[in-house]
Structure formats: C-alpha cells, structure tokens
C-alpha cells in the first residue's frame, strides 16, 4: 500500500521568502505525482502535475521537483506573498489505476 | 471550460437519516469521476470511483453508496447516515491525462 508523508504538518515564514514543502512516498513505481493547494472550508486546486518520466514542473513562481528512485518530490514557491497562505497536499498514483494516494498535507502561514 | 458542481455546500443530519450528494461535470465527456472524504486532521480518502455509466469501483467497505446514471452525474449516498459519516465531501473528475478537478465540497454533519 502506498503511504505519502509530508513535512513539515505546518509552516510560518515572513512575506518574501522561498518555501521548500516535502513529499515522500513509499512505493517508487509511481504513474504521475500531482500537487494541489487547498484554502480552508474549500475543494482542491491542482497546482502540478509531474509524469513519472519528468523530474520537473514549473508554472510561475511554483516548480515541483520528482526523485522517482528516493521516493521524494519537493515543492518549492519563490518569494512567498500572504496570498500563497493555505494547505499544500501532495499526491501519487500507482500506474494508471486512477487511485491517488494522498499526504495529510503542509499547512503554510505567509507573515505579511 | 471544464467546471464542476457540488451540492449542497453544507448539510446537518440527524443519524438514522438518507443522504443524497450530488456531482455533475460540464464541458468534457467520459470522465473519470471520484468521491473523496476528507476528516478532520486527515488526508484524503478515495471512497468511489468511476470510469462510465454504471461503473462504480468502492475503496473501502461502509455505509455509502455511489451511483453513475449519466455520464457527468455522480451520485453519494447512504441509507441510514451514522456519527463516523461527518466530514467534508469531495467529487473530483479526470480526463484522460490527468490531474483530477474538485469540486468546492460538502461539509457534511451529523447530529
């Protein structure tokens, strides 16, 4: 059975710095990893999407980064503004069996 | 555009009760279709999914039920809601190359 981690389970910095959120996971033999944001009392929003081929994406200040082989991705958001302020999940598949296993998620706090 | 729609948004139950949660998907044709619940302090957990009309996968044994009578309608439900039934519920949807699409939830109680 897949497991996903995530750490830290929160997280506070000051407007303007660069967050760095963790993903591990168990199972390497991974279809596609995908990272979504989730701003409270709401649904999902995908963030990214990273093909188990691909070591990386990247769409504005967002770039998530994939180590198939250590079971890790990282994401990471440049000069973090009180706007990027919500909870990060990260999430994985297993071939193309259409499951996604979730983390519990990093909840993120930008200071202004 | 691809949109997605869930209701309601809140709901409050007394145990014993029937529920009905609904999904529909607009702009896209054979989706994939999931029902997610997500507890307090928890992860997500896939309770259903569906590749077609008709077509219903369940994750984990319980008191709910899913059913797909048109291509972009999902449906939740359960007989007799218990306590352990509260949560916020989520519909997602997937084209053929990912990622998966949600819904804003229902925050479902039970009293």
């Known amino acids: 059975k897949q497991e996903v981690t995530q750490i830290p389970a929160a997280l506070s910095v000051p407007e303007g710095e660069n967050l760095v959120l963790n993903c591990s996971f168990t199972d390497s033999a991974i279809y596609n990893l995908q990272w979504f944001r989730q701003d409270p009392g709401k649904g999902l929003t995908s963030l990214l999407l990273i093909q188990s081929s691909q070591r990386e994406q990247t769409s504005g200040r967002l770039n998530a980064s994939l180590d198939k082989s250590s079971g890790r991705s990282t994401l990471y958001i440049a000069a973090s503004q009180p706007g990027d302020s919500a909870t990060y999940l990260c999430a994985v598949s297993l071939s193309n069996d259409y499951k996604l296993s979730f983390g519990a998620g990093t909840t993120v706090t930008v200071r202004a | 555009s691809q949109t997605i729609h869930q209701w309601p948004a809140t709901l409050v139950q007394p145990v014993g009760s029937p529920l009905s949660l609904e999904c529909t998907v607009e702009?896209?044709?054979?989706?994939?279709l999931y029902w997610y619940r997500q507890a307090a302090g928890r992860g997500l957990q896939l309770l259903f999914y569906s590749v077609g009309i008709g077509q219903i996968s369940s994750e984990v044994p319980q008191n709910l039920s899913a059913s797909r009578p048109q291509d972009r309608q999902f449906i939740l439900s359960s007989k007799k809601l218990l306590l352990s039934d509260s949560g916020f519920y989520l519909c997602a949807w997937e084209g053929q190359a990912g990622p998966q699409h949600f819904g804003d939830g229902t925050r479902l109680s039970i009293l």
């Open positions: 702009g896209t044709s054979n989706p994939n």
